[in-house]
């Protein structure tokens, strides 16, 4: 059973950095590409970053490019979301999701505010 569990959102100021984990299991994690997704209120949810299963290929959207950093840790079967020079567009539940599955976790909710 995959299951995928976000969290380290919090409150942050803008300009504050967060690091955010989701921690897989239930699949080989190794195997897939990884994304990480946000869904701000009254908005549809958008993707933020994605890596490729080996680690060797990222994307991420041009609104968090330069301040968002994907990686995974194949061992630990963790995916991390580093989040640095936060704004407070940037609020929003945040979750990771596998490829070729159309399950979510729970979100982990960041708010960026002063």
């Known amino acids: 059973q995959v299951q995928l569990v976000e969290s380290g959102g919090g409150l942050v100021q803008p300009g504050g950095s967060l690091k955010l984990s989701c921690a897989a299991s239930g699949f080989v994690f190794s195997n897939y590409a990884m994304t990480w997704y946000r869904q701000a209120p009254g908005k549809q949810r958008e993707r933020v970053a994605t890596i490729s299963n080996s680690d060797n290929i990222k994307w991420y959207t041009d609104s968090v490019k330069g301040r968002f950093t994907i990686s995974r840790d194949n061992d630990q079967n963790i995916l991390y979301l580093r989040m640095r020079s936060l704004k407070p567009e940037d609020t929003a539940v945040y979750y990771c999701?596998?490829?070729?599955?159309?399950?979510w976790g729970q979100g982990t909710q960041v708010t960026v505010s002063s």
């Open positions: 999701k596998r490829t070729n599955y159309d399950g």
